[in-house]
């Protein structure tokens, strides 16, 4: 009772100090590690990882990748203005460069710093596939996804260190809980989580595609030919990232609503 208690007060704790709200869905969220922290490791990782890989210069694919990252941003600078947030983009820095990877793989580290793999090309075929990619990415990076996991990963760490506390007398017991508590965070806490990450990314990624100009239902199309691509999937309880088929209903179901938010920005014609 006293180590429940105990694990209950620090829990509540953290999240009543560390908390911040999610722009896009005006949520409270995790934020134990400050962006003034994050940001700068981000920036020196990219620059590190782009020295160590091949980028790509002055093609027409590097070119759309700067064109449509250019494009995804300043549509997220203006929904971000016109919904009172104006000024949250200031710390980013925007990079947008494609390497030759293999690999059919993109991603966006916080601030802003994007890499597309010229493998995942032959999937997305288009500009507007590659913008629901790169939307996705991007959307990742502003709702502070990484700031979240990051945070949610030192409350884990806590609550196992205060377990083997409180057992530190029951090594029996002691090793039970941590059999049990890792397994339980893992499958009942963290993934979970990881794919809510998933699914909101692709929600607000859909957003940002419609209001740079690009067809929304693009997305949908792109993860049929994702699925297709898939071999051996895990079972989507025991995975970091939702189905393919959950991912491709949800976005035909947000449709609409992409292209709602779109017009409110006078957009009202899509490329595809």
């Not at 006293?2 to 869905?25: E, H, R």
């Not at 200031?90 to 993109?106: C, G, H, I, P, T």
Request: one cysteine or more; glycine letters at 8%; proline letters at 4%.
């Amino acid at each position: 009772m006293k180590f429940s208690k105990s694990l209950s007060i620090l829990f509540i704790g953290a999240l009543v100090v560390a908390c911040s709200t999610n722009p896009f869905t005006g949520k409270q969220t995790l934020a134990l590690v400050p962006n003034s922290q994050i940001l700068p490791m981000a920036f020196q990782q990219y620059q590190e990882f782009l020295s160590e890989h091949k980028v790509v210069n002055n093609t027409a694919d590097s070119r759309m990748v700067k064109s449509v990252g250019q494009k995804i941003a300043a549509a997220a600078e203006r929904y971000l203005t016109a919904n009172g947030y104006a000024g949250y983009l200031a710390d980013y820095r925007w990079e947008y460069n494609l390497v030759d990877s293999k690999d059919v793989n993109a991603w966006c580290m916080p601030g802003g710093k994007i890499v597309v793999y010229t493998g995942i090309l032959p999937i997305t075929k288009n500009e507007a596939g590659l913008a629901a990619v790169m939307g996705h990415e991007v959307a990742h990076a502003l709702a502070n996804h990484g700031q979240q996991r990051m945070s949610a990963g030192q409350l884990q760490q806590l609550g196992a260190v205060a377990g083997n506390i409180a057992l530190a007398n029951n090594p029996e017991n002691a090793q039970i809980f941590n059999t049990a508590y890792g397994l339980g965070t893992s499958v009942g806490v963290m993934l979970p989580f990881s794919r809510s990450h998933e699914t909101e990314a692709d929600h607000i990624g859909l957003i940002l595609m419609a209001i740079a100009g690009y067809e929304p239902s693009v997305a949908a199309e792109l993860w049929q030919r994702m699925q297709a691509q898939e071999q051996g999937a895990p079972p989507e309880f025991l995975s970091t990232h939702p189905s393919s088929s959950t991912r491709i209903q949800n976005i035909q179901a947000w449709v609409p609503e992409a292209k709602a938010e779109a017009r409110k920005f006078g957009v009202t014609t899509f490329k595809r």
